[in-house]
């Protein structure tokens, strides 16, 4: 997500706890670490995530409990693809010689 993604999640939270305070230096200090980790979360997945945490929790949420991963890729099976390709050619080539 980008940053005013971020800030509009951030505002979100604010909007629903109170206690959740984005003023002063603990607030601007708050902002930061938040947008800097959530810069890295995709936002939907995320606003989902928050959205699910107002409608169960009295309390604000941290960011471990609204985050949200791409699982990583598996190269893998890309590699084995290539490999399967690769011998095809080969048996390929070596019956038309």
């Known amino acids: 997500m980008n940053r005013q993604e971020a800030l ?6 604010a909007a629903a706890y109170t206690q959740f ?4 230096e603990i607030g601007k200090k708050r902002v930061e670490v938040w947008t800097e980790c959530l810069e890295k ?8 995530n928050v959205n699910k945490h107002i409608s169960e929790s009295k309390f604000p949420p941290t960011i ?11 190269e893998f ?9 690769q011998g095809r ?7 038309n010689r």
């Open 41 to 48: 979360m995709p936002y939907d997945r995320v606003l989902q």
């Open 64 to 74: 471990a409990e609204i985050s949200a991963y791409d699982p990583p890729k598996n």
């Open 21 to 24: 305070d984005l003023q002063g």
């Open 89 to 95: 050619e080969r048996i390929e080539h070596e019956r």
């Open 8 to 13: 509009d999640i951030l505002w979100r939270i």
């Open 77 to 85: 099976l890309t590699q084995y693809d290539e490999w399967l390709q």
